[in-house]
């Protein structure tokens, strides 16, 4: 099954900067999902874009998705403490099960 | 409140023992699913049910076994043919289809010694 694999793995950032994670991907989708997981919680849903989209945005969150690199993007604005948390992208194929495939996450550390 | 519920939040058993791990939710969603997590990784599928009395068999399924037998409640029994038990264990609802994102429950640490 593919999965998607988030880069870099891990993050250090100043609180106000922004953070910038990637995920690519290796076959067709039908639409790419981002989760956050704070340590030791279960996951919560962020955005989900169609392949059909481009761009989404969601508060401080703003997500793009090119199908012909294979390759999204979560940029998060003015960063906070709070959002220190493993971030996950999740695919669906297309044409397939709808059911997502996580990659490994991307581990990002807000300092204040 | 709308939700996902899991328990225990950590659990601990000897080898060669069976263990249920438990999951509601009262989202109505029709769909449920189990992930393991293991540490530094994503989250690997190991059942999932579309709809009450029908589940089918995720990516590593083997050693582990379930039932939905109601709409609010996907348990799932760890058994000793499980080699590697040890991990945190996630479980998931959503509305079936492309489309939807899935929530999540908080998970159960499971530890077999």
């Known amino acids: 099954s593919q999965q998607g694999e988030e880069d870099p793995q891990a993050l250090s950032i100043q609180e106000g900067e922004n953070a910038t994670m990637n995920c690519s991907y290796k076959?067709?989708?039908?639409?790419l999902q981002w989760y956050r997981q704070n340590s030791g919680r279960g996951l919560v849903h962020l955005i989900l874009i169609r392949s059909n989209e481009r761009e989404k945005h969601s508060g401080r969150l703003r997500v793009t998705l090119d199908t012909s690199k294979k390759s999204s993007s979560l940029l998060i604005t003015a960063s906070r403490a709070a959002d220190t948390a493993s971030y996950f992208c999740?695919?669906?194929?297309?044409?397939?099960?709808?059911?997502?495939?996580f990659g490994r996450g991307t581990s990002l550390i807000v300092h204040p | 409140d709308g939700g996902i519920t899991q328990s225990p939040k950590y659990l601990f058993r000897k080898e060669g023992q069976n263990v249920t791990l438990s999951c509601e939710q009262n989202?109505?969603?029709?769909?449920m699913y189990w992930y393991r997590q293991d540490p530094g990784q994503g989250l690997r599928l190991i059942y999932y049910s579309q709809i009450v009395n029908d589940f089918q068999k995720g990516d590593i399924a083997e050693g582990y076994s379930v039932s939905r037998e109601k709409k609010e409640s996907f348990p799932l029994t760890v058994t000793s043919a499980q080699k590697n038990p040890t991990a945190f264990y996630l479980c998931?609802?959503?509305?079936?289809?492309?489309?939807?994102?899935?929530?999540f429950g908080p998970g159960t640490r499971l530890t077999v010694t």
């Open positions: 076959t067709s989708i039908n639409n």
């Open positions: 999740a695919t669906s194929s297309s044409g397939g099960s709808y059911i997502p495939t």
């Open positions: 989202l109505n969603h029709d769909a």
């Open positions: 998931a609802s959503s509305t079936p289809g492309q489309g939807t994102g899935q929530y």
